[in-house]
């Protein structure tokens, strides 16, 4: 994580270094500790004031200069940022330098310290257990109602809970003891340093069945259901111990701010939420016993069904990455267009948007997010585009992005291992996953349905595995008919949540909506091509490297090429129209037999001009498909509209193409006729 003024929005005002620094602690929740001492060493402080527990989990180190750079963190719940600090003029090279290698010495000091604090209270909390004694009653166990200690020791009063890591070794303490001040209430801390992610405890033997938040709720589990209960010791450990144990159902605490469900669903596995507001499984348990809590507990269906008091019990908004583009959670997405149309510079606008914490992409809200780019062809032009995209956004860290050297077939298991491997080495997960292109990561058939079914449960898995938005780009078939649909099998369109068009008409893209499942689509937005030289980019030959960059536009800079079909048809409309038509109510009119008259008098090498007037209109604007006839063509045009089978209504084609004596634009304001009407 980073905070700093390239890329935090309420930094840009440029405070000073001091109030800048202070945003950054506010904003990761830690105490800021007065005064704060620049001299390049760790210092050690009260990270959370309002805990009971008085050790110094909170940690910093600052180095002074004319932009203090350094990083903090509270140990005890696994925060760590590094801060830059800038002022109000943008920093030289050896400035940026300078401040990089204060950041990274200030983050190895604490690194080398948090691991020399993990080796300490390791060996401290072997020294506790081994001094500690079999507990045979608490108070704490008493007013949770709980049966036996359940492996639990005895040390000065307090009772022990031991917490070990994937290699089974004892590395923490967690200790609860009757608070001094209030002893209505309890306290709990762990040792000072020691590590409490990926730190667990369990009850029970055999197969692990259950996987709980807190001790005194993993022992009611237990005690409800006499299966093996697992303690990740927080909500936000769940998901690291839940890859411990894949086969476990969360039981999750039901708080009155949801993180208990929510960390419950960022596992990825089956949960149980405690059905009352503000309960855990202990406190279901106590108020209404264990035989109620095992009820609760029972093994879950494969096929699960919602009653209708459920679905109206609380509203379920949709969250969003970009509102009303593209959901944020599980949801599967596309982006097509015809290759070579500019789909990359849509998304590699979209994407940086997003992981740079913009405030809003085309007027649509952003909320900023972690983006992995699947780049799976053109990385250098994908390297030069991003580097712009920052240059002219005043970007200088991009820490919420990452993007691939090479492609992978994702929907074979060696293709998906290499991702995930990747993802694990680089601690990164992801909130949206961009495949760039689906035909460089997909090995199979896309024509094919039931390789295009492996390929989105592959997608699926993504999405499940790390709650995130998975939006694939895709190319349209190459024939004139299939412009307006992403090419291979239908299965594809029916799993997406939603899909957009890309098309281009010279430096101008329009980028549409096709599908906005439960929604409905949104209106076109427009973007256009300018060109930068890259700052520090030099060819071969000396000379600057340019790339361009997407700014929103209008409608107007979008003005669709036309075939030679187009122009030729909307030629004779525009004939038949100044010869016959009329205008009503402000529109330009044409009857049905007047535009067969001159249909027939204009074009006598029509043999059956019956049957290109008396097709049915098939076709929606934009979709047509197949052999269609002059009428039918001209409603795909969007040009012409039937108007209750007696004749036709003309979009403004005649008023904005041609001059003609019957036709006065002042007309359509007064509502008076001219021309065939008179």
């Known amino acids: 994580m980073f905070i700093g003024i390239e890329n935090v929005t309420d930094y840009l005002e440029r405070q000073d270094p001091e109030t800048q620094i202070r945003k950054a602690f506010y904003m990761a929740d830690v105490s800021y500790p007065a005064p704060l001492i620049m001299d390049g060493q760790i210092h050690r402080f009260h990270a959370n004031p309002q805990k009971a527990q008085s050790n110094e989990s909170g940690w910093y180190v600052f180095f002074d200069g004319e932009y203090p750079a350094g990083a903090f963190g509270d140990y005890s719940r696994d925060i760590s940022v590094k801060v830059g600090t800038h002022g109000a003029k943008e920093l030289t090279a050896e400035q940026l330098a300078e401040r990089e290698r204060m950041i990274r010495e200030a983050r190895e000091k604490a690194e080398a310290e948090r691991a020399e604090l993990a080796k300490r209270a390791a060996q401290e909390s072997k020294e506790r257990w081994n001094k ?9 166990l008493t007013r949770k109602g709980l049966k036996q200690t359940y492996g639990a020791r005895l040390y000065r009063g307090a009772l022990l809970v031991p917490m070990f890591n994937k290699d089974g070794d004892l590395v923490n303490l967690q200790s609860i003891s009757l608070n001094k001040e209030d002893p209505q209430k309890f306290d709990k801390y762990f040792i000072t340093g020691g590590a409490c992610k990926g730190s667990y405890w369990y009850i029970g033997e055999g197969k692990a069945t259950y996987l709980c938040e807190g001790y005194a709720t993993a022992a009611s589990v237990y005690e409800a259901t006499g299966m093996k209960t697992i303690i990740a010791f927080s909500a936000g450990n769940l998901k ?10 969360i039981v999750a605490d039901n708080d009155a701010s949801g993180t208990g469900e929510d960390k419950a669903k960022e596992t990825g596995l089956p949960y149980i939420l405690i059905p009352e507001k503000g309960m855990d499984a202990n406190d279901y348990a106590t108020k209404y016993g264990t035989l109620a809590l095992s009820q609760i507990l029972k093994p879950l269906p494969s096929y699960r069904l919602y009653n209708g008091i459920d679905l109206l019990s609380e509203p379920k908004p949709k969250n969003w990455i970009i509102k009303n583009w593209l959901p944020k959670g599980p949801a599967f997405c596309m982006t097509f267009g015809p290759s070579g149309n500019g789909k990359t510079f849509v998304v590699v606008d979209r994407m940086l948007s997003i992981a740079t914490g913009q405030a809003d992409w085309c007027g649509n809200k952003v909320n900023e997010c972690k983006v992995l780019y699947l780049c799976g062809e053109g990385s250098l032009d994908v390297r030069a585009r991003i580097a712009v995209w920052c240059q002219e956004h005043h970007i200088n860290k ?26 694990k080495y680089y601690g990164f997960e992801p909130d949206l996953i961009v495949v760039d292109t689906l035909n460089r990561f997909m090995e199979g058939d896309e024509n094919d349905t039931q390789d295009a079914g492996a390929f989105i449960s592959a997608c699926a898995q993504l999405q499940v595995r790390f709650n995130a938005c998975v939006s694939i780009v895709h190319h349209t078939g190459l024939s004139e ?11 594809f369109r029916g799993a997406l949540d939603m899909q957009d068009m890309v098309t281009k008409n010279g430096d101008t893209f329009c980028i549409q909506q096709t599908k906005n499942k439960g929604g409905r689509e949104q209106e076109p937005v427009y973007m256009q091509l300018v060109d930068h030289d890259i700052a520090g980019w030099m060819d071969e030959d000396g000379l600057p490297v340019t790339c361009a960059t997407l700014v929103q536009t209008d409608r107007t800079q979008m003005e669709p090429e036309k075939s030679a079909k187009q122009i ?21 009119y044409i009857d049905k037999q007047k535009l067969k008259e001159q249909l027939i008098d204009f074009n006598p090498q029509w043999k059956n001009p019956e049957e290109n007037l008396k097709k049915t209109l098939r076709c929606r604007k934009g979709s047509f498909t197949g052999k269609l006839s002059f009428i039918e063509r001209l409603v795909a045009y969007g040009d012409i509209e039937l108007d209750a089978d007696r004749g036709y209504w003309c979009n403004d084609i005649v008023i904005n193409n041609i001059a003609h004596p019957y036709w006065d634009i002042s007309l359509r304001e007064t509502g008076e006729t001219k021309g065939n009407s008179r």
């Open 568 to 588: 030729e048809d909307e030629e004779i409309i525009i004939n038949a129209f100044i010869n016959a038509g009329y205008i009503l109510m402000d529109r330009c």
């Open 240 to 249: 690291n111990i839940a890859a411990l144990f894949p086969g476990v159902t």
């Open 398 to 423: 991009l820490e919420n992005f990452y993007m691939s050297e090479e492609a992978a077939h994702i929907d074979k298991p060696d293709g998906m291992n290499r991702v995930l491997g990747a993802l």
């Open 132 to 140: 500690a004694s079999e507990c045979k009653e608490h108070e704490y």
């Open 481 to 491: 008919e299939a412009q307006h649909r992403a090419r291979g099998s239908s299965a």
